[in-house]
Structure formats: C-alpha cells, structure tokens
C-alpha cells in the first residue's frame, strides 16, 4: 500500500471531493523520503540557475526506494507532488528525479533528460535490480 490515509481523507474520497493539501500532506507522512526529495529538488530549482535540478545519489535501503518509486509511478501523487511545488519531474533509473520549471516540458533540455539516449546511459548494473 502506497499511502496511510486518514479516516477522515477516506471519508472525503467516499463523498467525492478531496482536499489537494490534505492529499499532499497524506504523501508527504506516508511517503516521507520521497516528499523531501522532490522538496529539496524544488528547492534547489528554485535557488539556482540552472534548467533543472536533479538527485544521483541511490536511496540509502530498499524501503526508500519503494517509496520514490511508489510517489513516482502514481499519475495522482506525483501531480499533486507536481502541483503542490509547482514543478515538473521527471524520473529515470529508481533513483534519478529531476525537477524543470513547469513548461518545460517542450524544452530541449527536458527533451534530452527523458529521452531514450539518457536513459540508456544512465545504465549500471547496480541499477538493475531497482
């Protein structure tokens, strides 16, 4: 299971409406590595120049791993991630999360950090069981 909901968060989804910050704040205590990763890549994107910010470094177990990878795979998690920090991710490799500016999605950056080339070098055999 991905997400602790509260009884309360359930109670909303049972009647149709959610509320987007209690939502995120259901992540960010379900999912605590994975929240303060995309927070600190916010951060840093919106501290520096660069077009991007992103993370190399592999989880330090198993379990936060499951949790990024959990986060990320969601439509649902990672666009109120998205939302909630107003960013754009993208993600390879387990571990490699990268935060863009909203829009960027038509960049050539974005382009070359989601595409097929960087994917593959971004290969190792220590990733292959991620």
Do not use: W
């Not at 910050?21 to 520096?48: I, K």
Request: one cysteine or more.
């Amino acid at each position: 299971m991905s997400l602790d909901v509260s009884p309360q968060l359930l109670a909303q989804a049972e009647a149709g409406d959610v509320d987007p910050a209690a939502f995120v704040e259901t992540v960010r205590t379900s999912l605590p590595y994975a929240y303060e990763m995309v927070a600190s890549l916010a951060r840093d994107l919106l501290a520096g120049a660069a077009e991007f910010a992103d993370n190399q470094v592999p989880p330090p177990s198993e379990a936060e791993r499951g949790q990024l990878l959990r986060a990320l795979a969601s439509d649902s998690i990672r666009g109120s991630l998205e939302r909630h920090f107003e960013i754009k991710l993208a993600f390879q490799n387990c571990h490699r999360v990268a935060a863009f500016q909203p829009g960027a999605e038509n960049t050539a950056t974005y382009a070359k950090f989601t595409s097929q080339r960087a994917q593959l070098l971004n290969q190792s055999p220590a990733l292959r069981d991620c």
